[in-house]
């Protein structure tokens, strides 16, 4: 029997060449301010995305109590393959992928899961071939014959500090909910699956909610909550 690593590398496909990009005021922040004394010497984390939304978000939420954060976040878009497995796995090697194609700089990568009971956890990491291909509405129709609409979104990080001989480490955050006919706010534009995803204890939409109180509930927040927590550990020995 493989192991879960074999059975990512079995379905990866060629990585192809990257570009670089550092957030600007454009996307809210291009750093998480640090101590004015130590600004010259913190390290930089580069998150592999080219998602501006996502890249806001994660902007967002790491900004949110920057005072003793002793790191800078910078973005770089890097072309990783779409990968099957477990969501833990998965993320680990893309992690993997991204730290080769920088040449072990620090290195954070995330994946995103939306998980339905009543299909034991599926769409989960191929939530975003579901969605591209269905739309809100064909969501929606995969749970037409279950009585269980119950879901939960699940955001995974991994971080590499790009040493030889060491292993990505992974930090999870997920938010259980509902699966619901899409809803968002008039005045706001949809991102992703947010509109069909009614988080547990709300009766409004990730789409519907204002930024604040999504980014303090989310998966991602959970998710990052972690990372933060590490890497001020790790930056502050």
Not at 26 to 42: D, E, F, N, Q
Not at 86 to 95: A, G, H, L, S
Not at 133 to 156: E, I, P, V, W
Not at 193 to 222: C, L, V, Y
Request: hydrophobic share 35%; net charge neutral.
């Amino acid at each position: 029997m493989t192991s879960p690593r074999s059975q990512v590398l079995l379905s990866t496909c060629f990585v192809s060449s990257f570009t670089s990009k550092v957030l600007t005021p454009k996307y809210l922040s291009s750093t998480i301010p640090c101590p004015s004394s130590a600004r010259m010497s913190v390290p930089a984390v580069t998150f592999v995305t080219g998602n501006k939304n996502k890249l806001r978000e994660v902007s967002q939420i790491l900004n949110a109590d920057s005072s003793q954060t002793p790191f800078t976040i910078t973005s770089q878009k890097v072309d990783l393959p779409e990968l099957q497995g477990d969501p833990d796995d998965i993320v680990r090697e893309k992690c993997r992928i991204a730290v080769g194609e920088r040449s072990r700089a620090l290195t954070l990568v995330e994946d995103t899961c939306l998980c339905f009971n009543a299909l034991k956890g599926l769409p989960g990491p191929y939530i975003k071939w579901f969605w591209d291909r269905l739309g809100h509405d064909g969501l929606n129709q995969m749970l037409a014959g279950f009585d269980d609409k119950s879901a939960y979104a699940l955001c995974t990080f991994a971080y590499s500090s790009g040493k030889a001989g060491t292993e990505p480490i992974v930090f999870s955050g997920a938010t259980e909910g509902k699966i619901v006919p899409p809803r968002h706010s008039p005045n706001g534009k949809a991102f992703g699956w947010d509109p069909i995803f009614e988080p547990a204890g709300f009766d409004q939409t990730f789409a519907e909610m204002d930024k604040e109180t999504k980014n303090s509930i989310s998966h991602r927040f959970k998710a990052l909550a972690k990372v933060r927590e590490h890497l001020t550990k790790e930056f502050s020995d």
